[in-house]
């Protein structure tokens, strides 16, 4: 079964660190670039960053740019969000997604989603 | 990148056909054809409906459909069902290399 499990969230202080963890399992990992989106409590989708496949390239929107890093260990499986410089609009559900491969090519879009890990940032 | 907009809440009967409209800019619905749609049950992860505006992946009813015009994507459900009610995203790839999500849209099944 293709899937993705989030990890690691939690209460942290305004101005922590927290590096959440994604585990990929029924698909092979290295060939899919991959992306975290969030969800604050009872709000809308919120895209917060992308990861290629091989790790070579990053991106990330400007609400987390210079706070928030992404990376991959393709050999485990797993994608990492680092997290720092926490503040309370960055309590959210954070989710893990999978670039949609639609059998001809690559496309801008998110196919496998986990179920996420709530992050809480407050004193 | 400010997020896409999309009306708070439509509403339909059972059978009947509904369209959420995403408005956007220039940057990102108007200048690429890389629009997609999610739809969202309650404590659920998204799911994606609609992807590069208007095709849909394996295993997704062809009563969701999409199309788009200038800044505006739009999404349409004809054959409106009871499961049908949940939240709608729409998200389009911008002009930053990533991607900007809609408000959101909650559809009732009256």
Same mark, same amino acid.
């Given at each position: ?123 | ?15 009947? /056909? ?9 940057? +990102? ?14 404590? !659920?992860?998204? !799911?994606?409906?609609?992807? +590069?505006?208007? !095709? #849909? ?5 062809? #009563? ?7 800044? @505006? ?10 499961? +049908? ?6 998200? /389009?790839? @911008?002009?930053?290399? @990533?991607?900007?999500?809609? @408000? ?7």
């Amino acid at each position: 079964e293709v899937q993705l499990v989030e990890s690691g969230g939690g209460l942290v202080q305004p101005g922590g660190s927290l590096r959440l963890s994604c585990a990929a399992s029924g698909f092979t990992f290295s060939s899919y670039a991959m992306h975290w989106v969030r969800q604050a409590p009872g709000k809308g989708l919120e895209y917060v960053s992308a990861i290629s496949s091989n790790g070579g390239s990053t991106y990330y929107a400007n609400s987390v740019k210079g706070r928030f890093t992404i990376s991959r260990d393709n050999s485990k499986n797993t994608l990492y969000l680092q997290m720092g410089s926490l503040r309370a609009e960055d309590t959210a559900v954070y989710h893990c997604a999978r670039d949609y491969y639609d059998g001809s090519g690559w496309r801008d879009a998110f196919d496998i989603w986990g179920q996420g890990t709530m992050v809480t940032v407050s004193s | 990148q400010s997020a896409l907009t999309q009306p708070a809440s439509v509403s339909g009967s059972p059978g009947q /056909s509904i369209t959420i409209s995403c408005t956007g800019t220039s940057s +990102d619905v108007g200048g690429y054809n890389y629009v997609s749609w999610y739809q969202q049950h309650p404590g !659920k992860a998204p !799911k994606l409906m609609i992807y +590069d505006v208007s !095709k #849909r992946p394996s295993g997704v009813s062809n #009563r969701f459909s999409g199309s788009k015009s200038g800044n @505006t994507a739009s999404l349409t459900m004809s054959g409106l069902q009871a499961e +049908d009610e949940a939240d709608y995203y729409c998200s /389009s790839y @911008t002009s930053s290399n @990533t991607y900007v999500f809609g @408000t959101g849209t909650k559809v009732t099944v009256l």
